[in-house]
């Protein structure tokens, strides 16, 4: 598996490398759900995948890195804000685009959050992320494919909160 953790930054080009691989950044201060979306972004797409756990190692995965493709990443990090770090990696162009995974319920938040790129809740299926990052991989430049997803899969219209719950289903 091509999942590096914090202490794997190490980065050794190939020539495939050089040329085919999207680099994914993932930004989740919670190692376990950091190793799911890993896992989930390696296996579905067959990225590399780095994960780090906070702002300050997200810029030493930065350092090591010439450039991320896609950032996914939690609004509220231990030692700072991703939305901060995501406008500080887009403006540097050390990542092409940021898509947010989060469980925030701050709506400024996310709003800061969706003027820089999607936001997928924590409570969507990793489904959903996977599928949110792919679609974002191909819109560079452009507005982000996707606003928000919330509430098991749906999509949400910016500036629409949601409440978190998950949806019953009929029967």
């Not at 700072?80 to 770090?85: A, D, F, N, P, R």
């Not at 092409?96 to 989060?102: E, P």
């Not at 928000?148 to 009929?170: C, D, F, I, L, M």
């Amino acid at each position: 598996m091509t999942v590096q953790a914090e202490s794997e930054l190490s980065w050794r080009p190939s020539v495939a490398r050089l040329h085919s691989v999207t680099r994914v950044l993932v930004v989740e201060d919670y190692p376990p759900l950091a190793t799911v979306v890993a896992i989930a972004l390696r296996r579905s797409t067959g990225h590399e995948v780095v994960r780090v756990g906070s702002v300050q190692r997200a810029a030493s995965a930065v350092s090591e890195h010439p450039s991320f493709d896609v950032v996914v990443m939690d609004i509220d990090l231990p030692d700072g804000s991703g939305v901060e770090l995501a406008r500080e990696l887009l403006a540097t162009g050390k990542a092409r685009t940021c898509v947010f995974f989060t469980a925030s319920r701050d709506d400024q938040l996310r709003r800061d959050a969706r003027a820089l790129g999607p936001v997928v809740d924590k409570l969507a299926p990793m489904s959903e992320l996977v599928r949110v990052v792919l679609e974002n991989l191909g819109s560079v430049g452009r507005e982000p494919v996707i606003a928000e997803v919330v509430n098991g899969g749906s999509v949400a219209e910016p500036g629409v909160h949601s409440s978190g719950t998950r949806r019953r289903s009929k029967g």
